[in-house]
């Protein structure tokens, strides 16, 4: 896989823009990537130093649309740590 596949967009909430101040940064990424393919996609993309990297698998909810009921799709979640001193510039300002 390549970057572009590993890495799909920025999660930019509330919580995730405030775990920023620690050096914390939240991706969807893809369901197959693993944590290692994640933290090279990162660095590669970023030019940041990866120190560790936590992911979860996001179950879908269940949504009602009228009488159906349906189910929202399943993704990844990557919670990527970087190095003292690097950021990832295009969450600044967000």
């Known amino acids: 896989m ?3 596949d590993i890495l799909r967009r920025p999660i930019v909430t509330e919580k995730s823009t ?6 914390r940064y939240v991706f969807e990424v893809s369901r197959r990537a693993t944590k290692h393919q994640i933290k090279e ?4 993309a970023f030019d940041v130093t990866v120190l560790k990297v936590n992911t ?3 179950r879908g909810k ?3 649309f009228g009488p159906q009921f349906t189910e929202k799709r399943l993704w990844k979640k990557a919670m990527v740590t970087l190095a003292a001193g690097d950021s990832i510039t295009i969450f600044e300002g967000v």
């Open 62 to 64: 269940r949504k009602r």
């Open 18 to 23: 405030d775990m920023q101040s620690h050096n």
């Open 41 to 44: 996609a990162v660095q590669l």
């Open 56 to 58: 979860m698998n996001v």
């Open 2 to 4: 390549s970057t572009f």
